[in-house]
DNA sequence: TCTGGGGTCCTAGGACCC
DNA sequence: TCTGGGGTCCTAGGACCC
């Protein structure tokens, strides 16, 4: 762990080649723990858990809850065997939000060619920042001093000729690292390690080419293409063979914007009654219609995802014949295709909502409103509600306000969706 | 205390149109 | 009456990533 001697270049002392090494990936120590432990110093040294509920995996991992062989996505369970005093803290989705604005803000005043993969990492091309900024190796230098020193978070940075390169760089010297992988030595950096690390070889896919025999990256290298295609398909074979060498056409895409928005919640216990599940797509709809809105949108293929008990999961989507951005119509299609599924006596473990095929509210040819769709006793009067109550959360909460007319019982609400 | 929640991309099959 | 081929849209599922 940390920056052992086979790193090969800390940026201490890396004075080689890094010319046309222009793309960095920067990626967040431990992000969610380390921004907890920020405001709870007492907790630093400690082994800390980001992941809360009662059926829940480990969302992050201090350094420290690493020694104990605990990783994310590990059930909480398997965490706790591991580490009985292992300090488990909720996640709090606003406080990683506003930290990771302010990364970005940093990574932002050195280029605007920025492309965040998720709150905690992002990549950038340097390349022509270099006359403001000065070499790659010294933009990543500086973003990581400044990020340390603003904001007394750590990160590690890869700098490299290509995105994927530079992403293997940053994993390879975790935590607080930097590593230059010079152009002339992409190859012998790629090589020797395991295919595995690749993007996109997970469980399914190093298991076909582990009976190939391929278990570094130099084994998948030296396979013939075809014998890569009849293993793993077309796509997937010409785009890993293509890595192996080192080649990786991908540039930085910044202002790339969201496909699809979706929410779902595992139940610490299955769902069984009827509105209880009505209650739970009620719930997420609106969420789901919240974060639609939120950013101007409309949407036209909405879709539901359900998991059984026996973590069976279905999904069901419909596209309308025209765009909403309304939380009754979200849950009006949401609630038809689960009643589709004609579920006898279903124990349900989680629910999820999805809204996509977006357009620019207003740019739309025609909103649809619950008339459109056949439901009339409903209709976009609701829909006019919902900034009322978009207004109401941002300023109170989430439990400010909510849909509770909507439901079939609406005595009997309980999440906070009453009047 | 088996298996979160947010996403992206790919495949395969069917409908439909020309 | 035994029937092609291409293109697009839609749906369901699954692999994968953090």
């Given at each position: 762990?940390?920056?052992?001697?086979?790193?090969p270049?800390?940026?201490?002392?890396?004075d080689?080649?890094?010319?046309?090494?222009?793309?960095?990936?920067?990626?967040?120590?431990?992000f969610?723990?380390s921004?907890?432990i920020?405001?709870?110093?007492?907790?630093?040294?400690?082994?800390?858990?980001?992941?809360?509920s009662?059926?829940?995996?480990?969302?992050?991992?201090?350094y420290?809850?690493?020694?104990?062989?605990?990783?994310?996505?590990?059930?909480?369970?398997?965490?706790?065997?591991?580490?009985?005093?292992?300090?488990?803290?909720?996640?709090?989705?606003?406080a990683?939000?506003s930290a990771?604005?302010?990364?970005m803000?940093i990574?932002?005043?050195?280029t605007?060619?920025v492309?965040?993969?998720s709150?905690?990492e992002?990549?950038?091309?340097?390349?022509?920042?270099?006359?403001?900024?000065?070499?790659?190796?010294?933009?990543?230098?500086?973003?990581r001093?400044?990020?340390?020193e603003?904001?007394?978070l750590?990160?590690?940075?890869?700098v490299?000729?290509?995105?994927?390169?530079?992403?293997?760089?940053s994993a390879?010297?975790?935590?607080?690292g930097?590593?230059?992988?010079?152009?002339?030595e992409?190859?012998?950096?790629?090589?020797?390690?395991?295919?595995?690390?690749?993007?996109?070889?997970?469980?399914?896919?190093?298991?076909?080419?582990?009976?190939l025999?391929v278990?570094?990256?130099?084994?998948?290298?030296?396979?013939?293409?075809?014998?890569?295609?009849?293993?793993?398909?077309?796509?997937?074979?010409?785009?890993?063979?293509a890595?192996?060498?080192?080649?990786?056409?991908?540039?930085?895409?910044?202002g790339?914007?969201?496909?699809?928005?979706s929410?779902d919640?595992?139940?610490?216990?299955?769902?069984?009654a009827e509105?209880?599940?009505?209650?739970?797509?009620?719930r997420?709809?609106?969420?789901?219609?919240?974060?639609?809105?939120e950013?101007?949108w409309?949407?036209r293929?909405?879709g539901?995802?359900?998991?059984?008990?026996?973590?069976?999961?279905?999904?069901?989507?419909?596209?309308?014949?025209?765009?909403?951005?309304?939380?009754?119509?979200?849950?009006?299609?949401?609630?038809?295709?689960?009643?589709?599924?004609?579920?006898?006596?279903?124990?349900?473990?989680l629910a999820?909502?999805?809204?996509?095929?977006?357009?620019?509210?207003?740019q739309?040819?025609?909103?649809?409103?619950l008339?459109?769709?056949?439901a009339?006793?409903?209709?976009d009067?609701?829909?006019?509600?919902?900034?009322?109550?978009d207004?109401?959360?941002?300023?109170?909460?989430?439990?400010?306000?909510?849909?509770?007319?909507?439901?079939?019982?609406?005595?009997?609400?309980?999440?906070?969706?009453?009047?």
């Amino acid at each position: 762990m940390g920056r052992s001697a086979d790193v090969p270049r800390a940026i201490e002392d890396f004075d080689g080649d890094d010319a046309g090494c222009s793309l960095l990936h920067v990626d967040m120590d431990a992000f969610f723990a380390s921004v907890e432990i920020r405001r709870r110093p007492e907790l630093r040294g400690t082994p800390v858990v980001v992941g809360g509920s009662l059926r829940g995996v480990v969302a992050a991992a201090s350094y420290e809850a690493r020694r104990y062989g605990i990783r994310s996505a590990m059930s909480m369970g398997q965490a706790l065997r591991l580490c009985p005093r292992l300090i488990v803290l909720p996640p709090d989705r606003d406080a990683y939000a506003s930290a990771s604005a302010a990364v970005m803000a940093i990574l932002r005043d050195v280029t605007p060619r920025v492309e965040p993969l998720s709150l905690d990492e992002a990549f950038l091309d340097v390349a022509g920042a270099e006359r403001l900024h000065g070499r790659p190796a010294a933009i990543a230098a500086g973003i990581r001093a400044r990020v340390s020193e603003e904001l007394a978070l750590t990160c590690s940075v890869g700098v490299a000729p290509t995105k994927f390169v530079a992403k293997l760089a940053s994993a390879r010297c975790k935590p607080d690292g930097l590593l230059v992988v010079p152009a002339a030595e992409v190859l012998s950096f790629l090589r020797p390690l395991p295919v595995t690390v690749l993007w996109g070889v997970g469980a399914r896919t190093a298991e076909p080419l582990h009976r190939l025999g391929v278990r570094t990256v130099a084994d998948l290298a030296d396979t013939p293409l075809d014998t890569l295609r009849r293993a793993l398909g077309a796509a997937g074979a010409e785009h890993l063979h293509a890595l192996a060498h080192g080649l990786d056409p991908r540039t930085v895409q910044s202002g790339e914007v969201e496909k699809s928005i979706s929410a779902d919640h595992t139940n610490d216990v299955d769902l069984t009654a009827e509105d209880d599940v009505r209650r739970e797509l009620l719930r997420l709809a609106g969420e789901v219609g919240r974060r639609v809105r939120e950013r101007g949108w409309v949407a036209r293929t909405i879709g539901i995802k359900i998991r059984f008990a026996d973590f069976r999961t279905v999904t069901r989507v419909r596209t309308l014949p025209g765009w909403t951005d309304s939380t009754a119509t979200i849950y009006q299609i949401a609630t038809e295709l689960y009643a589709g599924l004609g579920l006898d006596r279903p124990r349900i473990r989680l629910a999820g909502v999805k809204c996509e095929n977006f357009r620019v509210a207003g740019q739309a040819p025609e909103q649809l409103t619950l008339d459109t769709l056949g439901a009339n006793h409903l209709d976009d009067q609701r829909a006019r509600t919902d900034p009322v109550i978009d207004a109401a959360r941002a300023r109170f909460g989430a439990q400010a306000m909510g849909y509770g007319s909507l439901l079939p019982t609406p005595g009997q609400t309980d999440r906070g969706e009453g009047p």
